[in-house]
C-alpha cells in the first residue's frame, strides 16, 4: 500500500495485541541515499517512557486508521540503536528540503512523501512553491540529495515541429456528413 506521510502524521500509534495507544506519528526518518524509511517517531504519551521516541520501520505491522506495532517495547531512544547513529548525525533531510533541477532551477521545497507501508521505501517526493503544490517527483527523478537541496531530473523538453503545429486560426477541413431522406411511408 502506499500512504503519504501528512495523512498518517498524528495518527495514533497502537500495540497489536492489546490495541493499547502507545501514542502519536510525528516524524518518519528516510535514509536519504537509498530512500529507505529507516522508522518513525512517536511522541509517546502515558505509560513508562514519555517524550519522544523511535519506532524502527521493521517493528511497524500495519497502517491503517491507527498505526499497529509489536509491542510498547519497540518504542526507545533513537541514539539507543547503534546503526543509525551516523543517520542521525547526518544534516541531509528529505521533508522540508529545497529541490532543484540538475540546471539549477528551483521548484520548491519537500513538503510531502509517499512511500510504500511493505517495502518501506521511499516512491514519491511533493513538492511546494510558495502557495501551490509542484508535480509530484518520482524517486527515480532524484539524481542526488545534498546538504542544501535535492537535486532532480530537468523535466524533458517536448519540441514541436512546424508540421506538428497547428494554430488556432488554421481552418479545419470538416466534411457535412451526408444525409439521406427516407420517404415515410404510413400504412394505409
Not at 541515499?33 to 521493521?58: M, N, P, T, W, Y
Amino acid at each position: 500500500m502506499q500512504v503519504r506521510f501528512s495523512t498518517c502524521k498524528g495518527a495514533l500509534v497502537a500495540e497489536e495485541s492489546s490495541e493499547e495507544v502507545l501514542g502519536l506519528l510525528v516524524d518518519v526518518l528516510i535514509h536519504p541515499d537509498s530512500g529507505r524509511i529507516e522508522g518513525f517517531s512517536v511522541h509517546a504519551v502515558g505509560g513508562q517512557q514519555q517524550g519522544v521516541l523511535f519506532c524502527s520501520s521493521a517493528d511497524v505491522l500495519r497502517f491503517g486508521a491507527r498505526i499497529y506495532v509489536r509491542s510498547a517495547d519497540v518504542l526507545c531512544d533513537p541514539y539507543d540503536i547503534v546503526r543509525l547513529h551516523s543517520l542521525l548525525q547526518d544534516t541531509r533531510r528529505v521533508l522540508g528540503q529545497r529541490v532543484r533541477t540538475e540546471s539549477g532551477q528551483y521548484i520548491g521545497r519537500c513538503r510531502d512523501i509517499q512511500f510504500n507501508t511493505e517495502t518501506m521505501t521511499l516512491e514519491w517526493i511533493f513538492p511546494k512553491g510558495f502557495l501551490r503544490w509542484k508535480r509530484a517527483i518520482a524517486t527515480s527523478d532524484i539524481l542526488e540529495v545534498r546538504e542544501d537541496c535535492i537535486v532532480v531530473r530537468d523535466a524533458p523538453l517536448v519540441s514541436v515541429t512546424e508540421e506538428d503545429a497547428v494554430s488556432v486560426f488554421d481552418s479545419l477541413d470538416v466534411r457535412e456528413p451526408k444525409v439521406s431522406r427516407v420517404p415515410y411511408e404510413t400504412g394505409r
